[in-house]
């Protein structure tokens, strides 16, 4: 099982310049959860925004796609196509796989997704990287309400989404 895990705002904008604009640790908390332990796929630029404390992602295999053959990190897997990436994610231990980012990882491994799990955040942020867009195949098999955030005040909810 290959799923997709992004946090996007009412406009669909999951970052601007290489970062969220955006604090919510119930949704780092969901992230937590529904990647641990298991293989996390993402792209370079998403690698190096991580903060360092969370570099590599805990107790699982990172799998980074980079264009640069000479690059390598401590705790990360470096492959150079995300079909190397897949590749990758099905000979670990673990039966699904999530992709973390960022929006070219997205789109390129978006035809190979079982499931996304989208946290939608109610506030509307300019930004110039967009979530891929789900077409009418893709239906909401967890319909969650709307939460607002303890910490931060921000309304949002978490959503499951699955091929039909
Ligand atoms: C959480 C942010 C996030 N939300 C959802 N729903 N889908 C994602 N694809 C996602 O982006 C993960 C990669 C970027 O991540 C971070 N970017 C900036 C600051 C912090 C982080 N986090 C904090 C939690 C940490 C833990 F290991 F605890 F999970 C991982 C790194």
Redesign the pocket.
């Given at each position: 099982m290959l799923g997709m895990?992004?946090?996007q705002t009412r406009g669909g904008v999951?970052g601007a310049g290489g970062?969220?604009p955006w604090h919510l640790p119930e949704?780092?908390?969901?992230?937590?959860a529904?990647?641990?332990g298991h293989p996390v796929i993402?792209g370079r630029a998403?690698w190096d925004?991580?903060?360092p404390r969370?570099r590599p992602?805990?107790g699982r295999r990172n799998i980074v796609v980079t264009r640069d053959l000479g690059w390598w990190a401590d705790g990360a897997t470096a492959v150079h196509s995300t079909s190397e990436a897949l590749v990758q994610a099905r000979s670990s231990a673990s039966p699904e796989a999530?992709?973390?980012?960022g929006a070219q990882i997205y789109s390129a491994l978006l035809p190979h997704a079982d499931l996304c799990?989208?946290?939608d955040i109610d506030v509307d942020v300019a930004g110039d990287t967009l979530a891929p867009l789900l077409d009418a195949q893709w239906v909401d098999v967890a319909p969650a309400e709307w939460q607002v955030s303890a910490r931060s005040g921000l309304r949002y909810r978490f959503r499951t989404l699955r091929r039909q």
């Open positions: 895990i992004w946090a999951i970062t969220m949704d780092l908390a969901h992230f937590k529904v990647t641990a993402m998403t925004s991580l903060p969370f992602l805990p999530w992709v973390t980012g799990a989208v946290t």
